[in-house]
C-alpha cells in the first residue's frame, strides 16, 4: 500500500509507514453534518448520557477526507467539533464521508519483544474492546497556529492510561499509520527496557489505584491473536497483524 492510498479514501484498509506528520487544523473547513441533524445529535445525546453520565461533551478533531505526500511527509488537515456530534456520527455508522475519525496510539514494545495493547472497562467508548492505547485529538495537542502534535498526544494518553512516562521509553522515529474504514491511526512507537511481565504488574498496580479506571485490563502480546475470546477494535486488528506479522 502506498503512502497516500491510506488516507485516500475510507474503504482503505492496510498499513504504511511515514518519517513526518504534518496534522493541521483548517480554520476555514467547516463540518455540515451537526448542523443537519442538531435536534437527532441531542436526543442521542441524553439517552447516551443517561447510560454513561461520565461522558463529557469536550473538543474532538476530526481528519478531513485526504491528504497530501511530499516524499516520506504525510499532510492531513482538520476540523473542530464536539464529543456529541462526533458520537452520533459514529453510532449512525460514520455515513458521513467528509470526515475521518483519526487519533493517537501508542505502540510500545516490552524488552522480550512483545507488544503493549490494552482493553478498555465498561461504560466507555470502546467497552470491551482491546485496542493501542490513545485517545481523540483534541485542544490541548494543538499549539498557537493549530499544528497538531500527535507524539504529545500519545504520551499523554499513555500516561493517563497507563501511567508509563514518555521519558522512560525509547521513542522510534516516524509513524505507523493504519487505516481501516473510517478510522486512522497514527501510531507512535516506543520501546521499553522492562519485560512484558514487569510492565504488566506495574500497569496493573496504577489501574487499581484508579476508582473509575479507564482500562481492565493490559495485555502483551507476541502474535495477532486473542487467545481469550475477546475482540480487537477494527483498527487495532489491521494493526495488530501488520506489526506482529511472523
Given amino acids: 500500500m502506498l503512502l497516500y492510498d491510506v488516507?485516500?479514501?475510507?474503504?482503505?484498509?492496510?498499513v504504511v509507514h511515514a518519517g513526518r506528520l504534518a496534522l493541521q487544523i483548517d480554520q476555514a473547513a467547516r463540518w455540515d453534518f451537526p448542523?443537519?441533524?442538531?435536534?437527532?445529535?441531542?436526543?442521542h445525546w441524553q439517552r447516551r448520557l443517561s447510560d454513561n453520565p461520565s461522558f463529557f461533551n469536550g473538543s474532538v478533531m476530526l481528519m478531513l477526507s485526504g491528504?497530501?505526500?511530499?516524499?516520506?511527509?504525510?499532510?492531513?488537515s482538520f476540523v473542530a467539533t464536539d464529543f456529541k456530534s462526533y458520537?452520533?456520527?459514529r453510532d449512525q455508522g460514520f455515513a458521513d464521508q467528509q470526515v475521518r475519525d483519526a487519533f493517537g496510539s501508542g505502540l510500545v514494545w516490552s524488552s522480550d519483544g512483545a507488544l503493549m495493547l490494552v482493553r478498555q472497562s465498561a461504560g466507555q467508548v470502546n467497552t470491551g474492546l482491546t485496542?493501542?492505547?490513545g485517545g481523540f485529538i483534541d485542544d490541548r495537542d494543538l499549539d498557537a497556529d493549530g499544528r497538531i502534535d500527535i507524539a504529545a498526544s500519545v504520551s499523554r494518553e499513555l500516561a493517563e492510561e497507563t501511567g508509563l512516562s514518555a521519558t522512560e521509553l525509547e521513542r522510534v522515529p516516524g509513524y505507523?499509520?493504519?487505516s481501516c474504514g473510517p478510522q486512522l491511526s497514527f501510531g507512535v512507537q516506543f520501546r521499553s527496557a522492562l519485560t512484558a511481565a514487569t510492565l504488566k504488574a506495574r500497569i496493573m498496580a496504577f489501574i487499581a489505584q484508579d476508582e473509575k479506571p479507564e482500562l481492565s485490563d493490559v495485555l502483551f502480546m507476541t502474535t495477532p491473536q486473542l487467545e481469550d475470546g475477546g475482540a480487537f477494535a477494527p483498527y487495532?486488528?489491521?494493526?495488530a497483524e501488520h506489526m506482529l506479522a511472523e
Fill in 176 to 178: 505507523v499509520i493504519s
Fill in 236 to 239: 487495532a486488528e489491521v494493526l
Fill in 87 to 89: 458520537l452520533y456520527w
Fill in 131 to 133: 485496542y493501542f492505547p
Fill in 7 to 14: 488516507v485516500a479514501g475510507q474503504d482503505a484498509r492496510g
Fill in 67 to 76: 491528504g497530501r505526500v511530499d516524499g516520506d511527509t504525510l499532510a492531513c
Fill in 35 to 43: 448542523d443537519l441533524y442538531r435536534d437527532e445529535i441531542e436526543v
